[in-house]
Every structure is written in structure tokens, then in C-alpha cells.
């Protein structure tokens, strides 16, 4: 409770220098709008519709694109550890590729496929598999042995030793992979949405691109604000429970809550 | 029904001139030098040894989890090439999946019987847990148990699936004295019940004689066998009986004997 208090306090206070140095006079309101401002535009965007409208074609766009990354990347996590092959050949394939910044990936994704959902889809995934791929690997990579001879001599073997004891052996390293994968793919695809224009769906990215255009700095800041929350509301609703779990079946991390 | 002390019993398990080294680059271990035992089935074999000299290794290479270097394992006249449901291991480490709760753990190899029916996994795995006084923390972490308790769930877990083979390293190790000894009588109730093949590792001499038919020593560097002692006692044991007393004095004295015979090499 005192803690929430405080992050209040913090965050007005912040609204409050703003809408001071917004109101000053010192500063076009075309630069810096006041707080109110963007309220309003968020306001009138939310009663028109045109604001949940863009969320969730962002949104959709963003699980399509999620899943298939991480559904391509865990297995492929798998298949790198398993030797030291893959290590050097796939292994070193994904580490190069997650290098490159995900927004790298635009031109390419225009000339193959144009204009299209497909483009997008593509950056997003781009953004997301090789991070996943990775984690996946190193968790794999870093299983106590010991458990896999336990499992052995119970006869786990196949299929069953990869779904049962080694994804849940490297469950640590893989949500953190999959955490770092979403924040990844978040960003490609606000990237793709502000250089791809499609008439197919209309997306944050491509409101704040529009924002931009129209000079409505109101707009482009209303956007940004609401691209972090999206972002925080994820990392609190999907990836913070699953994490206190792991920290509670595991019983690691070192702040006791 | 055959009995298991039967000459003509057939060989469970016949370990023939098992050699294993672990080299390493500053060094070369030979952990079992050309080791051979046969163990009846039904029989109740401890093994006893300094620290270091092979024992778990010898264990690993019997479940088929390490290949040998020189020599053979074989069961029912197979030659053992990997591990197989029928040769469970309890480790030395208590080796519990982090990822599954204790129930979780104890039903794992259950699950992978392939003739138990579903609907029994849970009530055997209570069993057990029962068995090792732990059915109050089936629901519990893994990481929330004190090493103690640890041992016995992977102690509930080896037993649950009942293998015709259980492979136990130093199973009581980490346990006080009276859950000790009920585990003891535990043991021997359902080893004398379901028949089952037993090697047991410990550094406990008592502990040894008291559960075992045959007691095999063992010395380090090389590893191998050096000698074997037969306890011919009534079952079931007592671990404060007075005659337990008798071997357990001759069989210290022959690991002094080892140690003294060490020294004198070195
Ligand atoms: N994986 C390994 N790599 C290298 N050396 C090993 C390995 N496993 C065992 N050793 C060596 O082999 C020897 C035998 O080890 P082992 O674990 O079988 O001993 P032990 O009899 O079980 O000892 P303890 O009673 O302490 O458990 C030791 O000298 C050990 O250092
Ligand atoms: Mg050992």
C-alpha cells in the first residue's frame, strides 16, 4: 500500500511538472502539449473507437506473430542443443541473426512481400524466434544432468524426456527467453507498423506514423503512452505470474515477497 | 517358487570384468578395475567401501546410465546397453525434478509404467509417500523439504514402480536415527514381499549387515572387490540386535585391513 502511495506521488508529481512547463508559455504547444491535451485525444480517439480499433489489430497482429515465433523457436532451441553441430552451425545462424535490430528486417520483408499482413507478420517473427531459439538452447544446455539420468533410469525417453524433463527442466531460462522474445517482438512490430502502410488494418504504429504527419503531437504522445501500457500490462498479467511461479516451485530469487 | 539362496538359482545380474577409467587433463582415475560379482535374484547385496573407490560409479554402470570401459553387465543373460525401467536408481544426490511437486515426483516413473492403469498412479504414489511419513507434504515444493526429507522422496519415488532391481546409493545417509530404522524394517518388509533384487550402498557397517545377505567390500585405487562376507541371519533384522554385533566386528576389521594394505602400497 505505502509503496503504491509512493509510485503515485511520483508519477503526478511528473504530470504536474508537465502540465507547469507545458502551460509556461515557454514552449509551442505544438512541441510540447499540455498533459490535459493528450487526455482529450485519448478521450475523443476512445469514443470514436478508432483507438481500440488500432489496439486490436496491433494486438492480433502481435499474437500471430508471437505464437509463431515461439512455436518455430522453441523447437529449434531444442534441436540446437542437442549437439555440437547444430551448436556451431544453427546455433551460430540464430546468434548472428538476433543481432540484427528487428527493424533491419522492414526492407527486406517489403521487397519479398509488398505491402502485406505477410510482411508484417514476418518482422514480427523475425523479431521473436531467434531470442527464443537461443534461450531455449542455453536452457537445454544447462539441465543438471543429473536429472536427465534420473529420468533415464525411469524410462523416460523420446518424446517423453523432451516434453517432460527437459522444456520443464529448462523452464527458467525458457520464460525469460520468451519474455525478452515478446519485448522483441513488440518492437519489430511497431516498426513494421510505422514503414509498412496497409489498408488492411489499421495499427498504433500506423496512428503514430499518422500523428506524425498531421503534426498532432497530442496524438503521437497519446500512442506512445499507450503503447507502454500495453507493453507494462503484458510483462504484469502474463509474465510476472509465471515467473513468481517458477520462483515459487523452484524456489529461487532472492527477494522474499 | 524358487528360493533365492537356490545354487541353482539363475544369475539375476552378472557384472564380468568391468574396468573404467575418467581421465581428465591433469589426470587419469581408474574408478573399477576388472570387477566381477553375480547377484541372485531376490538377493539383498550391500556394497561397503572407502569413499571414492567406485561404488556409485559401479551402481551407474549396473542401471546402464555409464558405459564400462572393458567388460559387461548382463541381467537375465542380456548384456545391459542402457538403462531400462526394470533397474531403478535412488542417487546418491537426491535428484528431485524441481519443476514437479513432491507427488509429482513420486508419480513420475509411475506414469511411465505401461500396464499400470491411470486411475492408480495417485494411490500408489500416496502410498509410498506414506511409507516414508511424508503424505502430509504430497502438495509441497521440492525445494521446501529438509535434505532428510528430500532422501526419502526420491526413496518413494525409486520404490513406487516397483522394479524388479532397485539400486540405492547411500539411501539413509542424510536421515536421524528413528526414521532411519523404521526405514530399515520397511525396506526388508517389502524386499521379503515383492522379492526384489537390492543393491545397497553405505558407508554404515551396522547398517549394512543388518539388511543385507551379502556384504562386498570394496577398496579404492584401483577400484575393485576385495572381499565378501555372507549374513546368514534371520530375518527380519533388528539393527540394535546383539548379533549383528559378530559381523559387524569382523567386517570393520577387514576395511582396516584395506586401508593398512593401502598405505602399505603407497
Ligand atoms: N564423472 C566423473 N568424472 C571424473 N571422475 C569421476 C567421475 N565420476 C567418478 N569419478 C571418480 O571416480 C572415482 C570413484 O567415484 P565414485 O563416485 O564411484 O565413488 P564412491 O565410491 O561412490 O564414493 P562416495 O562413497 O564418496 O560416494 C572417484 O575417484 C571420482 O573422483
Ligand atoms: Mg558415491
Not at chain 1, 544447462?142 to 527442466?169: C, E, F, Q
Not at chain 2, 492408480?120 to 509410498?128: G, N, R, V
Not at chain 2, 532428510?148 to 526413496?155: D, E, P, S, T
Not at chain 2, 548379533?243 to 566386528?249: D, F
Request: overall charge neutral.
Amino acid at each position: 500500500m505505502k509503496r503504491q502511495l509512493r509510485a503515485s506521488v511520483f508519477f503526478i508529481s511528473l504530470v504536474l511538472i508537465w502540465q507547469l512547463a507545458a502551460t509556461s508559455g515557454r514552449w509551442s504547444p505544438i512541441i510540447l502539449p499540455p498533459p490535459v491535451q493528450i487526455a482529450e485525444y485519448l478521450w475523443s480517439a476512445a469514443l470514436d473507437g478508432s483507438l481500440w480499433e488500432a489496439c486490436l489489430v496491433t494486438l492480433k497482429r502481435l499474437m500471430l506473430g508471437y505464437l509463431a515465433g515461439a512455436m518455430v523457436g522453441i523447437p529449434l532451441g531444442l534441436l540446437m542443443s542437442t549437439s555440437q553441430f547444430t551448436e556451431d552451425t544453427l546455433g551460430a545462424l540464430a546468434l548472428g541473426l538476433q543481432t540484427l535490430p528487428s527493424v533491419c528486417w522492414v526492407p527486406l520483408a517489403l521487397l519479398w512481400f509488398g505491402q502485406t499482413e505477410t510482411a508484417m507478420l514476418f518482422v514480427v517473427i523475425m523479431g521473436t524466434m531467434w531470442s527464443v531459439m537461443i534461450a531455449t538452447d542455453t536452457g537445454a544446455r544447462n539441465i543438471p544432468p543429473i536429472y536427465a539420468r534420473a529420468a533415464r533410469t525411469m524410462g523416460s525417453d523420446g518424446w517423453h524426456k523432451w516434453t517432460h524433463v527437459i522444456l520443464p527442466a529448462s523452464l527458467p531460462y525458457l520464460i525469460s527467453g520468451l519474455k525478452q522474445g515478446w519485448a522483441f517482438a513488440w518492437r519489430s512490430l511497431m516498426a513494421a507498423e510505422i514503414y509498412v502502410t496497409i489498408l488492411t488494418g489499421f495499427g498504433l504504429g500506423h496512428l503514430l506514423h499518422y500523428g506524425r504527419e498531421l503534426n498532432a503531437m497530442d496524438q503521437v504522445i497519446g500512442i506512445m503512452l499507450v503503447i507502454i501500457w500495453i507493453g507494462l500490462i503484458v510483462d504484469k498479467i502474463v509474465f510476472s505470474p509465471l515467473e513468481r511461479l517458477l520462483h515459487k516451485r523452484w524456489g529461487t530469487g532472492i527477494i522474499q515477497r | 517358487m524358487q528360493h533365492q539362496f537356490d545354487a541353482h538359482a539363475a544369475n539375476k545380474l552378472q557384472i564380468q570384468n568391468i574396468s573404467k577409467q575418467f581421465k581428465s587433463q591433469s589426470s587419469v582415475v581408474q574408478a573399477l578395475s576388472n570387477v566381477s560379482l553375480s547377484i541372485a535374484e531376490g538377493e539383498f547385496l550391500c556394497l561397503v567401501g572407502a569413499s571414492g573407490c567406485g561404488k556409485s560409479t559401479l551402481l551407474d554402470i549396473i542401471a546402464g546410465l555409464t558405459k564400462p570401459d572393458e567388460g559387461a553387465v548382463y541381467a537375465d543373460e542380456k548384456k545391459v546397453d542402457g538403462p531400462g525401467r526394470q533397474r531403478l536408481v535412488m542417487f546418491q544426490e537426491s535428484a528431485l525434478f524441481p519443476w514437479l511437486s513432491v507427488l509429482g515426483n513420486v508419480m513420475f516413473g509411475l506414469k511411465l509404467c505401461p500396464d499400470l492403469p491411470k486411475s492408480q498412479h495417485k494411490t500408489i504414489a500416496m502410498e509410498f509417500l506414506k511409507l516414508v511419513g511424508l503424505e502430509k507434504f504430497a502438495r509441497s515444493n521440492t525445494h521446501e523439504l529438509s535434505g532428510g526429507m528430500k532422501q526419502r522422496v526420491a526413496l518413494a519415488r525409486a520404490l513406487a514402480p516397483s522394479p524388479r532391481v532397485l539400486l540405492l546409493d547411500e539411501p539413509f545417509a542424510a536421515l536421524d536415527a528413528m526414521t532411519r530404522e523404521q526405514l530399515y524394517d520397511d525396506l526388508q518388509h517389502i524386499w521379503e514381499t515383492h522379492r526384489k533384487t537390492i543393491i545397497l550402498v553405505t558407508h554404515n557397517v551396522r547398517e549394512a549387515v543388518c539388511l543385507a545377505d551379502r556384504v562386498v567390500l570394496m577398496s579404492p585405487s584401483p577400484g575393485r572387490i576385495t572381499q565378501e562376507f555372507e549374513i546368514d541371519l534371520p530375518r527380519p533384522r533388528d539393527i540394535n540386535s546383539i548379533a549383528l554385533s559378530h559381523y559387524t566386528q569382523n567386517i570393520t576389521r577387514a576395511l582396516k585391513g584395506n586401508q593398512t594394505l593401502d598405505e602399505a602400497h603407497g
